[in-house]
């Protein structure tokens, strides 16, 4: 039987925290599987970001992508960001093979979401001061690791917009 190529990346997309990602939640910690999590806006999906989620998923069994919803985004970087919707950004970050589940969040911050995940690495890019990572403090309460990662030099959202803007 083949598989709905389309319809295996949407269940990937989480819009709504229900039993269905309960369940996958608690089958990977049955296998012990180690379970990354990480997040962002992935406004313009880059070279940078895949290099970044390769590595974060190199750390682990299990990549969840917390994603900034539309609003969050506007209310993080201001009313002409996102350029691509949020639809737009999960499916680009579903596609990549590596990605298990991009779970769409409203809040500012996905710590909420972390609470609920429980994830065992908690990856942020290498500008981030442990300190300052939210949810650092869940993730080492239950003995998890926080991971950085460095950035690709020359690669960023906000390049990319310039470029296209300087046409």
Not at 17 to 23: A, Q, S, V
Not at 49 to 68: F, P, T
Not at 140 to 161: H, L, N, P, Q, R
Request: hydrophobic fraction near 40%; include cysteine.
């Amino acid at each position: 039987m083949r598989v709905n190529k389309l319809e295996f990346l949407k269940k990937k997309i989480i819009k709504t925290l229900d039993i269905e990602f309960d369940r996958k939640l608690a089958y990977w910690r049955f296998k012990e599987d180690k379970i990354v999590f990480t997040n962002g806006c992935f406004d313009i999906l880059h070279k940078g970001h895949i290099e970044y989620l390769a590595k974060a998923a190199n750390l682990g069994d299990v990549l969840i992508i917390g994603l900034n919803s539309d609003e969050s985004v506007r209310r993080l970087k201001g009313e002409n960001r996102p350029v691509l919707d949020e639809e737009s950004r999960a499916m680009a970050l579903a596609a990549i093979g590596f990605v298990d589940n991009v779970v769409i969040f409203d809040e500012d911050t996905p710590y909420e979401l972390i609470k609920k995940i429980q994830p065992d690495v908690l990856v942020k890019g290498a500008d981030y001061n442990e300190d300052d990572i939210v949810g650092a403090d869940i993730v080492k309460a239950k003995g998890g690791e926080i991971k950085t990662i460095e950035f690709v030099d020359g690669y960023s959202t906000s390049k990319i917009i310039d470029k296209i803007k300087s046409f």
